[in-house]
């Protein structure tokens, strides 16, 4: 769907992006990155509203700066709202719809079905200016959906919705990649990245520092030792247990009560034998718990301090 090629993009003397080469396919892609890493600049590349210092973008093999037949398959929520405010959510769609080159009743017919679509049937009648943070980020995306594009862009969607909203949006947006499209996503929060998908592209300081799937990028770093913490009713009998493990580099008595932390190399090979050694030793354990099996953790290992 969407190709880069060892592309960079100056702004005067500072860097936006920094020599990134990747493939974006269909599904649900999530770009990641604190602020100021790149993600927006990457966007605005696939958009066409700028054009790379170096290398170049493909959208669907056409270059997209000022090409409107990339824009007629893009659909693009930005991170800064640019309504009419007067306007209802309703016609805002509606007159996207018409700029899209619908008739007046097919504007008509997709606005209604964008807006059930998006929860905001019930409301569009309603001016702007007094939508909530959460109705705007739903029109925004009912806008961007209203020509029935291949790839949509969302920069930071869930801002603003609450926990019921931003669930039913990350199912909303699991749907649209089901169908086919390329959905991405930028965000810098990470435990709603993990609800959405495991395909990222993590840029940091303008470069790509890593792309695919979460689980591979998991275990290519999972030659260093992970952090695991057990809780058991008995960690004097527990502890050198575990110590004699070969997996196992370091254990630790922690001030709780009935908590062990350890470090393990090469943690599947330690869930597997921890299985064993529960039934082997009728050992009771109440909770085996890792802070470094998710996103954050692979985040903070690959960015840095």
């Known amino acids: 769907m969407i190709t880069f090629d060892r592309v960079s993009r100056w702004y005067g003397q500072v860097i936006g992006l920094n020599d990134v080469s990747c493939e974006i396919p269909t599904g649900l892609t999530a770009l990641l990155g604190v602020n100021g890493a790149g993600k927006s600049t990457l966007m605005r590349l696939v958009t066409g509203q700028l054009r790379p210092t170096t290398g170049s973008v493909r959208v669907m093999g056409m270059e997209p700066f000022a090409n409107p037949e990339v824009y007629k398959i893009l659909g693009y929520c930005p991170d800064i709202d640019s309504f009419y405010e007067y306007m209802s959510g309703r016609r805002f769609v509606r007159l996207l719809g018409r700029m899209a080159g619908y008739s007046q009743s097919e504007a008509n017919d997709r606005t209604e079905q964008m807006l059930q679509r998006v929860g905001m049937a019930d409301r569009a009648h309603k001016p702007i200016a007094g939508y909530s943070k959460g109705m705007r980020q739903r029109i925004k995306l009912a806008q961007a959906m209203i020509h029935d594009p291949?790839?949509?862009?969302?920069?930071?969607?869930?801002?603003?919705?609450?926990?019921?909203?931003?669930?039913?949006?990350?199912?909303?947006?699991?749907?649209?990649?089901?169908?086919?499209?390329?959905?991405?996503?930028?965000?810098?929060?990470?435990?709603?990245?993990?609800?959405?998908?495991?395909?990222?592209?993590?840029?940091?300081?303008?470069?790509?520092?890593?792309?695919?799937?979460?689980?591979?990028?998991?275990?290519?770093?999972?030659?260093?030792?992970?952090?695991?913490?057990?809780?058991?009713?008995?960690?004097?009998?527990?502890?050198?247990?575990?110590?004699?493990?070969?997996?196992?580099?370091?254990?630790?008595?922690?001030?709780?009560?009935?908590?062990?932390?350890?470090?393990?190399?090469?943690?599947?090979?330690?869930?597997?034998?921890?299985?064993?050694?529960?039934?082997?030793?009728?050992?009771?354990?109440?909770?085996?718990?890792?802070?470094?099996?998710?996103?954050?953790?692979?985040?903070?290992?690959?960015?840095?301090?």
Request: hydrophobic content about 40%.
């Open 150 to 305: 291949k790839i949509i862009l969302l920069d930071e969607p869930l801002n603003g919705l609450d926990p019921l909203g931003r669930r039913e949006f990350i199912d909303l947006l699991a749907e649209l990649a089901d169908e086919g499209r390329s959905i991405i996503v930028s965000s810098h929060i990470l435990y709603e990245v993990e609800q959405m998908t495991k395909s990222i592209l993590l840029l940091h300081r303008g470069r790509l520092l890593a792309t695919g799937d979460l689980r591979v990028i998991r275990s290519l770093i999972d030659k260093h030792p992970h952090q695991i913490r057990i809780e058991t009713q008995d960690p004097r009998r527990a502890a050198p247990l575990f110590a004699a493990m070969p997996n196992v580099v370091s254990l630790t008595f922690t001030l709780e009560p009935n908590v062990l932390e350890l470090q393990a190399k090469d943690p599947d090979s330690f869930y597997d034998r921890l299985a064993g050694l529960v039934l082997d030793e009728s050992l009771p354990l109440y909770r085996v718990s890792s802070p470094d099996n998710n996103l954050e953790s692979v985040f903070r290992y690959l960015v840095g301090p």
